[in-house]
């Protein structure tokens, strides 16, 4: 949409600002542009807990469940031992039976206990997911755009899309799973143990090489899956940014530097997932390995322990056939120790929106005392470049219409930025009434000053849910009235007016209906200060300044600043402020500047088509 500039409205891979001149942008190659934070272990070990804490209850049923089951399941290789003393002393065939028939009620029971317990597991993995979800889409609507734009689109789409989408199977599946594993493999070790502690000891030694084998895995993952996830996250930036800026990259002839970031971006991607890949390769063959180990070391601890007469083989036979159904759940553990990497790594990433500088939790401060906007000495430069603005000083008197213009790298969008409170001053202050902008709170903020540029974004939704976006309590008549405050009356002619659904689905907008739509938002919201930074470019020359001056007639009592690419909208204004190579070089009403004879005279005869006027010649 044109509209508010928060992140939920923001178009990926947003360019520089047009005023900003190539070589003073944050980064060529979004590759260098700052990533949003990391979480730390200790941030996201406390995140993990909290997931917990909000489904204790029914993670406690279903712990519950496992350990009925993993007891039941305990019966089978028990009761195999029965047999084989049973054979071995001569026991006839009905005791037999009765064990055998034992088993198979325990399976059964097994099978039923083991099926509510996951059942339970994956209801919990799917709330929790949710709340991922959720809490990243709330974090990402309250990170200051700034935040956003200098870390790249690609970086929060990817931590979005790629890392919840991963997060979200590891809660469903990999978790519960793990779980109820975890549980099995304690009963059993637990049985071993009850049974005959020597060869439970013997058991856990030569379960000794997975211990090794993980250990090494687990200090080597999780620099190596961050390290895969920050490089997905650049490979989306990259493409994302050449896709966006296709035009501008064959308008410069950027097409190989484009192919050679692209490239770079590709093989470190490759490099990483095959650094994980390495260390897959040999995790799971030791782990193979040693699934057999305690095994052996049991059935030959057991046979030397038989032939001292200190167990019966019905002992030894059951402590080996619990020792291989080990293998099943500590299988699964190990299988899914690299989801579960690659799940906190992820998780990591996930968590690091909402912290740090990104986070945007300021606490409300002083409202300010009106709304005259004052900017003093701003001088601003994108990330260490040159300044683009460079000392400007101005005030903009509670509800003035206030036009700014200027040729393309004067400063304009980036003074409008500023003015927003997107964007702090290097030196200098901008304030409204008295308070410095950029510190005002999120609230605060989006009550005093809005941002509306040519990016425009419509949810797919109905137009009514796009309106009451801006104004949740808004009736019919309030949102038509906005609407044809902006010249949209061409939603009266959809098939089911204000409840029509929009996207391709339905009904798809064309780039100028997407801005009015937009802009009746704006009128909805009703902020103090607007600024308008080619809010109705997309319009034609008619419809835009239909819509500037029925905007102007809505906001009558409202401060109206106007980034104005074509200069009727200075015309129009109380005042027009221009400015050249970063500096507010002239500043009066139209008639005045014109009269002047100066760059603002230059431009506007420019733009009639006018000649300049040719000077007299002197007197002989």
């Known amino acids: 949409m044109t509209a508010v500039r928060t992140p939920a409205d923001q178009a990926p891979a947003d360019p520089a600002p047009a005023d900003q ?14 990533r949003l ?29 496992s350990a009925l089951a993993a007891a039941a399941g305990l019966v089978g290789p028990w009761l195999l031992g029965r047999i084989v003393n049973t054979v071995r002393a001569g026991g006839g065939g009905a005791d037999i039976d009765r064990y055998a028939l034992t088993i198979l009620v325990c399976v059964l029971v097994q099978f039923l206990l083991a099926r509510h317990s ?4 994956y209801r919990v993995g799917e709330r929790a997911s949710a709340r991922v979800r959720e809490q990243l889409v709330d974090r990402a609507l309250a990170l200051p755009t700034a935040a956003v734009e200098r870390a790249g689109a690609g970086d929060l789409t990817t931590r979005g899309t790629t890392d919840v989408a991963v997060i979200a199977t590891t809660l469903r599946d990999v978790g519960p799973a793990v779980f109820i594993s975890g549980i099995e493999a304690l009963f059993i070790l637990g049985a071993v143990f009850f049974l005959a ?49 296709a035009r501008t990259v064959e308008a410069f002839g950027l097409q190989e530097r484009r192919l050679a970031a692209g490239e770079e971006a590709v093989e470190e991607c490759r490099r990483t997932r095959n650094r994980t890949l390495f260390l897959r390769s040999v995790l799971f063959p030791a782990v193979d390995v040693s699934y057999v180990v305690p095994v052996i070391v049991v059935l030959v601890a057991g ?16 402590c080996a056939l619990y020792m291989r159904q080990l293998g099943q759940p500590m299988d699964e553990i190990l299988q899914y120790m690299e989801q579960l990497q690659s799940t906190g790594a992820s998780y990591a990433r996930v968590e690091g929106v909402g912290s740090g500088e990104a986070a945007e939790d300021r606490p409300a401060g002083p409202a300010p005392a009106d709304g005259r906007i004052e900017v003093t000495g701003a001088r601003y430069a994108y ?10 000083d101005l005030t903009v008197r509670p509800g003035e219409r206030l036009a700014v213009v200027g040729a393309s790298g004067a400063g304009k969008s980036t003074l409008g930025r500023l003015l927003a409170g997107i964007d702090r001053p290097r030196e200098g202050a901008v304030t409204v009434g008295g308070v410095e902008i950029a510190a005002l709170a999120p609230e605060q903020l989006r009550r005093q000053v809005v941002l509306v540029t040519q990016e425009h974004h419509v949810f797919i939704d109905t137009v009514r849910d796009n309106l009451l976006i801006a104004a949740p309590g808004a009736t019919d008549g309030e949102l038509r009235a906005a609407l044809d405050a902006v010249g949209a009356g061409w939603v009266d002619e959809l098939p089911n007016g204000l409840d029509t659904g929009l996207g391709a689905a339905e009904f798809a907008l064309d780039g100028a209906q997407a801005q009015q739509l937009a802009l009746a938002r704006v009128v909805l919201a009703d902020p103090h200060t607007l600024v308008l930074d080619e809010a109705t470019a997309l319009l034609d020359p008619a419809t835009a300044r239909h819509a500037e001056r029925a905007l102007a007639a809505v906001l009558a009592d409202r401060t109206v600043i106007a980034i104005a690419h074509r ?40 733009w009639h088509g006018d000649p300049a006027p040719v000077p007299a010649p002197a007197p002989a």
Do not use: C
């Open 21 to 34: 001149a190539p070589g003073d942008q944050a980064s060529a190659d979004p590759a260098g542009s700052p």
């Open 37 to 65: 934070p990391v979480a730390d272990r200790r941030r996201v070990r406390r995140a993990a807990l909290e997931l917990v804490r909000l489904d204790s209850r029914a993670l406690a049923a279903a712990a519950l469940l």
């Open 118 to 121: 996951r059942l339970l597991a």
């Open 197 to 245: 502690p020597p060869l439970g000891v013997g058991g856990l030694l030569g379960l000794a090489g997975i211990w090794f084998a993980a250990r090494w895995y687990l200090r080597r993952a999780r620099t190596a899956y961050l390290a895969e996830g920050d490089a997905n996250s650049v490979l989306a930036e990259v493409l994302s940014a050449t896709a966006s800026g």
């Open 303 to 318: 046979s030397l322990l038989h032939d001292h007469g200190a167990v019966n083989l019905g002992t030894v036979v059951t």
């Open 383 to 392: 990330d260490g470049g040159r300044d683009v603005l460079r000392g400007v």
């Open 567 to 606: 200069l009727h909208t200075a015309r129009d204004a109380d005042r027009v402020a221009v400015m050249d190579d970063g500096l507010l070089t002239e500043l009066g009403t139209h008639d005045a500047l014109v009269a002047r004879g100066g760059a603002y005279a230059r431009l506007w005869r420019s």
